[in-house]
């Protein structure tokens, strides 16, 4: 069985403004939902790529990228995409409005806000987000048993315990403390098993699946991001940045700094470099 933290909706506040910050985690952490917070756009751009939440409160106007500007990436980004963006802003015109939600938000909220309307409205775009998955999944079993022509045949136990122990690694991978041994204990198997099921499903052991992960957001967030390179590495797991730049040279022969100078000088370097890697 996986841990409670792993089923609980993970909420992630993107706001420059303490005190409203402040209000939104107390009334958050009364409930059952998991609450991460980000101060400005960069970092809130960063958590989201690497956390993955469930569903995001984002400020319009903060220092550094906009509020729209990271709803813009959110969106663009293939592992971020289908997460319900809520705006949280004071501009309240409606051109302000139609802004947001063409930026691809799900619903913009006027401050000051009431925080139960807030609880209300994450309930139910959660509650439509879910059903919205189950749908995709349901047209994907569909189209996966339609592939194989066997519509009566189902995913296989390990290639569906793969899945579920990708899903609970990419949702822990700031976890310092994430090993195959973590892993293996919420999936109730052994890291033998697991290893087995990983080297079936994508060709890698479980700490090998765990690395390239790391490495491959910590990649994306030096290019995309203006993270430090220490906040970088915590992102992707790492509490000393020395460990990490290190890690990260040995994998992608170059270091941190290199890496994102060529990533910003032409951003189509760090989509081959990536490509290349993951498909040795």
């Known amino acids: 069985m996986l841990s409670a933290k792993a089923q609980t909706p993970h909420i992630l506040i993107i706001d420059d403004d303490s005190d409203q910050i402040r209000l939104l985690v107390a009334a958050l952490r009364n409930t059952a939902y998991r609450v991460s917070v980000a101060f400005n756009g960069d970092q809130g751009y960063a958590r989201a790529a690497v956390l993955l939440p469930d569903l995001i409160l984002l400020d319009v106007r903060m220092p550094g990228c906009s509020g729209i500007t990271i709803a813009h990436l959110l969106k663009t980004n293939p592992a971020t995409w289908h997460i319900p963006v809520l705006f949280l802003s004071a501009l309240a015109g409606e051109g302000d409005r ?7 938000a ?108 790391r490495m491959r957001r910590a990649a994306l967030m030096l290019g995309q991001t203006n993270l430090t390179i220490a906040e970088v590495s915590i992102e992707v797991g790492y509490l000393n940045s020395a460990n990490f730049a290190t890690e ?28 290349e890697k993951f498909a040795e």
């Open 248 to 275: 990260f040279k040995k994998f992608w022969g170059k270091s941190p700094t290199h890496l994102r100078r060529d990533s910003q000088a032409n951003y189509k370097n760090l989509e081959q470099l990536i490509s």
């Open 98 to 104: 139609l802004k947001g939600l063409r930026a691809g």
């Open 106 to 213: 799900v619903d913009y909220i006027s401050k000051p806000f009431y925080v139960d309307e807030i609880l209300e409205r994450i309930r139910i775009h959660l509650k439509l987000s879910q059903m919205s998955r189950d749908s995709a999944n349901e047209a994907y079993g569909k189209s996966l048993a339609c592939s194989l022509h066997d519509p009566d045949k189902p995913l296989s136990a390990d290639t569906m315990m793969a899945q579920v122990a990708a899903k609970f690694i990419t949702d822990s991978i700031d976890d310092p403390s994430l090993k195959s041994s973590t892993v293996a204990s919420n999936l109730g198997i052994s890291i033998r098993q697991l290893n087995l099921i990983f080297e079936a499903a994508y060709g890698v052991s479980s700490f090998e699946f765990m690395r390239r992960e």
